[in-house]
């Protein structure tokens, strides 16, 4: 079985491997490297090209990448139009166009790739847009899109949806939303889709001793005492992730707490937000009590949920999965989530809230009674790790893909 895999966005150019980082482009990457590691298909990977991912596609020898070289003048064109955006539209979304004049250069390149394709599947990587690859196509195999957030529009692309073979969903809360009579990308049949949840690197996200050297030196780069009590949050800082809500819970909060935010407006940029100086003016009434480390690399993060004691990650929009939680349950650290979305569907027996008003408070109380849960304890939350790795490892990743497009 030969398939080929398109995958382009209009936020950042992010490749395959995931040099720039990504959701999506991490998992993709997961699952280069479990192909590569079994060859259960012939992959091909189509992916906007950057240097240091074709450097690392090598680590892959059996996966066939596929590159699109964006010229300089595109990319003009991207940064002009984003930041034109960013000036009329004043709020987080104009992220989405980050790179909308590259996405067209990519489907443009893609399209002429199809047409040739010897591929017996095609597998569309989210993004909506790229259905344009495969309109008026010449084509002949199955095509398959697979879903990490819910679609908001159909890009003139009805057709194209209509003939598409199925629909991987990374949750079920996504399934039901395309199936329901208010979807973006019309009514799509429950018989055609599929439920294919995302994963974690359980080697790489693993509970690590709090004496482990690195640990030891955060913590001293951070000014982390022995007696602090540590909450993290982990996520993109825009309002829906509720990085917010955890700073006014922490209010609340004793002064041996502590919190540590990870993350930045948008993946690895310098670019700010609104949203992102009222958190600082949120954490300026708490003195130095909360830690702002901007963006961390994705092999980084372990270390940084081990410091933890609590992982609070309040969604407050409808989160299709949430892959932030799942990464600090393998890492042995408990969560503090919503009920947001498909994230019910990963965290088991986490705790989970409602959205109400009182969230904060909420979160308040959840965070003194899971810290009496574990006060004087230094053993890791072995539960959420067991269930983890039985659900979501890597491992299994390639093999719960490969049999989502091989039954039709």
């Not at 509970?207 to 951070?222: S, V």
């Amino acid at each position: 079985m030969k398939v080929l895999i398109l995958i382009a966005d209009s936020n950042g150019c992010f490749p395959v491997p995931a040099a720039k980082g990504g959701a999506v482009s991490t998992l993709i990457e997961q699952l280069a490297e479990g192909n590569n590691k079994k060859q259960i298909c012939d992959m091909q990977i189509l992916s906007y090209y950057e240097p240091v991912a074709f450097e690392k596609s090598k680590l892959y020898p059996n996966i066939e990448f596929k590159w699109v070289k964006v010229p300089a003048f595109v990319k003009f064109l991207d940064l002009c139009a984003f930041n034109f955006i960013r000036v009329i539209r004043k709020n987080a979304k104009a992220v989405s166009f980050k790179s909308a004049f590259s996405l067209l250069y990519y489907i443009r390149k893609a399209k002429k790739i199809c047409n040739k394709s010897d591929a017996d599947k095609i597998v569309l990587e989210n993004n909506i847009p790229l259905a344009r690859s495969l309109k008026k196509t010449k084509f002949k195999g199955q095509w398959y899109y697979h879903l990490h957030n819910i679609p908001r529009i159909d890009a003139g692309c009805r057709d194209v949806m209509e003939k598409t073979t199925a629909f991987l969903c990374v949750s079920q809360y996504v399934a039901n939303r395309i199936n329901a009579p208010d979807s973006a990308i019309g009514i799509i049949p429950e018989s055609k889709t599929r439920i294919l949840y995302n994963c974690v690197d359980t080697s790489l996200f693993r509970p690590i001793a709090k004496q482990d050297k690195i640990i030891c030196e955060l913590k001293e780069k951070h000014g982390i005492g022995d007696n602090d009590r540590l909450l993290i949050f982990a996520g993109r800082l825009t309002e829906e992730k509720g990085a917010d809500l955890l700073l006014q819970a922490l209010a609340k909060l004793p002064k041996e707490y502590k919190a540590i935010i990870i993350g930045s407006y948008h993946h690895n940029t310098d670019v700010k937000s609104e949203y992102q100086e009222r958190l600082h003016s949120l954490a300026e009434k708490l003195e130095n009590r909360v830690i702002f480390t901007g963006y961390v690399e994705h092999d980084e993060l372990p270390y940084y949920y081990n410091l933890a004691d609590i992982a609070v990650l309040p969604s407050m929009w409808e989160e299709p999965a949430g892959l932030t939680n799942i990464e600090a349950m393998a890492c042995g650290v408990p969560v503090i989530t919503t009920d947001a979305g498909g994230i019910p569907e990963y965290v088991g027996d986490s705790v989970t809230l409602t959205r109400t008003d009182d969230i904060v408070d909420k979160i308040a109380e959840s965070i003194i009674n899971l810290s009496e849960k574990i006060k004087g304890s230094d053993i890791k939350d072995i539960h959420s790790r067991e269930y983890i790795e039985k659900h979501f490892d890597k491992e299994s990743y390639i093999d719960k893909f490969a049999a989502a497009i091989s039954d039709d």
